[in-house]
């Protein structure tokens, strides 16, 4: 229940998000002629945040990526959602195609997403991120005005990651002083040596310290953000015991809440998946092999090439695994376009094809890469199936894909081989299989651990996991955000009926 915990006095909600949750699309090929079809929420997070908007009648402000958006809005590009039980406004921001160049495929993914991954070499530092700073920042001032549109002084504002990092302040010189605004930032911090990369270093803390709360997943980002403040933003005073910033007249609170999954959702769809036979033998993969498998966007935070590199190890080591042992990697191409992209894609598909030339014979391929759609369905069929899930991000703020296996592995029978960089790692950690994704040999050597482990070890192992995977689930996930943002906002004195 949302407004139990925290949201008592809660009268309206804005959630602030760069991707949207329901997109209008004109049927395939049909351009503006054709009918107007509505994609369901997608990921995680908008599928999660989607029925508390709607509990709360709120407001959903967010990027109008489809072609047939703005077709169905009224003129302030507004639409009331979800399409069948219309019970909250999404509020679409239209961005021109230069806007989206340099604030989404620029500033947020070419200088946030590599500095705080800590790829300080793919960070945009030649003569681009200036310009595509200026549109990060008045495509976050055309938000902030958005959410001005809609606030009162009751109003929670809630920001959803580094596509926004100057919004926090923005919004807070347009409403009043009585509404709280949070934000939670969904990928690492990075170190202060890194941070020191960023071009915009200091105008990025100072828009974060508008929020009255700052969430991330785990701790140690927490306190990453106030080394940070510390050591590049004059006149704030951090208190790293209460994890309070002062600045500027504001007091911004940190929290962390790790994010969780719709655990019940997958264990129901795993256990409704009637065999996966079918779907394998459409990828070529023989049903009797154990089954390794992967399921990545397409990033080169996901550490896939590391990945590939102990898989051909492990066929090194294991010639009597050749013919067994199959690894189905799963792909999603993303943010197509940005170059360190364009390579990770080539490099995966280059490498699959040599470590297949060499290992493979006529009837088994040890790789089975796809970038084919799989149906949520499936996907929890494969969860299910897997006799190893391979998680091997050089760094990833949490990583849902590893509780999503989690929650589908109903038999009890699968192992998680996760990397020690990922948030998800500090919930699942003692149970999974650990891996440094670059140390090649330990890699390979826990996929033979993974693969031998004894049935009962398998079991007890995923019994802990699925009790932390269901206990602190996607709904305990923003009960905590929301019991955190209650204790501000209730006390803010714009509402003391709570
Ligand atoms: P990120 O948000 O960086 O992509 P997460 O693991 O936290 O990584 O979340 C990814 C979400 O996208 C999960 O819900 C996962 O099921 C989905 N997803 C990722 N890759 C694929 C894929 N190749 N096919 C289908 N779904 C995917
Ligand atoms: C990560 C980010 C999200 C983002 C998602 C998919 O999870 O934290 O904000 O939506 O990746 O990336 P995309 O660029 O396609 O939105």
Redesign the pocket.
């Known amino acids: 229940e949302t407004e139990g915990d925290g949201l008592g006095c809660l009268e309206s909600l804005i959630v602030v998000s760069n991707r949207q949750p329901y997109r209008h699309e004109y049927e395939d090929g049909e351009g503006d002629e054709g009918s107007i079809v509505v994609d369901e929420p997608a990921?995680?997070l908008t599928a999660g945040l989607d029925p508390v908007v709607r509990e709360a009648n709120g407001t959903w402000i967010a990027w109008g990526d489809g072609d047939a958006d703005f077709a169905v809005t009224d003129d302030d590009g507004c639409v009331a959602v979800p399409p069948d039980e219309e019970s909250y406004t999404l509020h679409r921001i239209e961005l021109s195609e230069e806007a989206v160049d340099s604030y989404y495929y620029g500033f947020s993914n070419q200088v946030l997403w590599p500095l705080c991954h800590e790829f300080p070499d793919l960070i945009d530092d030649g003569d681009a991120w200036a310009n595509d700073f200026e549109w990060y920042r008045t495509v976050n001032e055309r938000f902030a005005d958005a959410v001005a549109e809609h606030a009162t002084a009751e109003s929670v504002v809630w920001i959803q990651d580094y596509h926004f990092g100057l919004a926090p302040r923005l919004i807070r010189r347009q409403i009043p002083e009585a509404a709280t605004i949070a934000h939670f930032w969904h990928i690492p911090w990075p170190t202060p040596e890194t941070f020191a990369e960023c071009p915009a270093d200091e105008e990025l803390l100072v828009g974060l310290l508008g929020n009255d709360l700052l969430g991330f997943h785990v701790d140690r980002y927490a306190r990453l953000f106030m080394e940070c403040v510390e050591q590049y933003l004059d006149g704030a005073v951090v208190d790293h015991d209460r994890w309070l910033v002062d600045y500027d007249g504001g007091t911004t609170r940190l929290a962390t809440a790790a994010m969780g999954v719709d655990a019940d959702t997958y264990d129901e769809t795993a256990r409704e998946v009637e065999g996966t036979d079918a779907l394998l033998e459409r990828f070529g993969v023989s049903p009797e092999v154990t089954l390794g498998l992967g399921?990545?966007?397409l990033?080169y935070s996901k550490g896939i090439p590391e990945r590939l590199a102990a898989l051909e190890r492990f066929f090194e080591r294991n010639p009597d695994r050749r013919g067994e042992f199959t690894f189905l990697q799963?792909?999603?191409p993303s943010r197509t376009g940005i170059p360190a992209y364009e390579r990770l894609g080539e490099l995966v598909r280059s490498e699959v094809t040599r470590i297949n030339s060499r290992f493979g014979t006529d009837d088994w391929q040890p790789i089975v890469y796809t970038e084919e759609y799989?149906s949520r369905e499936h996907?929890c069929g494969l969860y299910r199936r897997a006799d190893a899930m391979v998680i091997s991000p050089l760094l990833?703020g949490?990583?849902?894909?590893a509780q999503?296996f989690v929650a589908s592995s109903v038999d009890e029978d699968g192992v998680l081989v996760l990397s020690e960089h990922t948030g998800a790692h500090e919930r699942l950690g003692a149970d999974a299989v650990t891996i440094d994704p670059t140390d090649t040999d330990a890699f390979a050597a826990a996929l033979e651990t993974a693969l031998e482990m004894p049935a009962s070890e398998r079991r007890r192992r995923m019994r802990n996991m699925r009790e932390d995977v269901f206990g602190a689930d996607l709904e305990a996930w923003m009960d905590s955000q929301f019991a955190a943002i209650g204790r501000l906002h209730c006390s803010s004195g714009s509402d003391d009926d709570e």
């Not at 949490?398 to 894909?401: A, C, E, F, K």
Request: zero cysteines; a negative charge; aromatic letters at 0%.
């Open positions: 990921g995680g399921v990545d966007r990033d799963k792909a999603t799989v996907l990833d949490m990583n849902l894909v999503e």
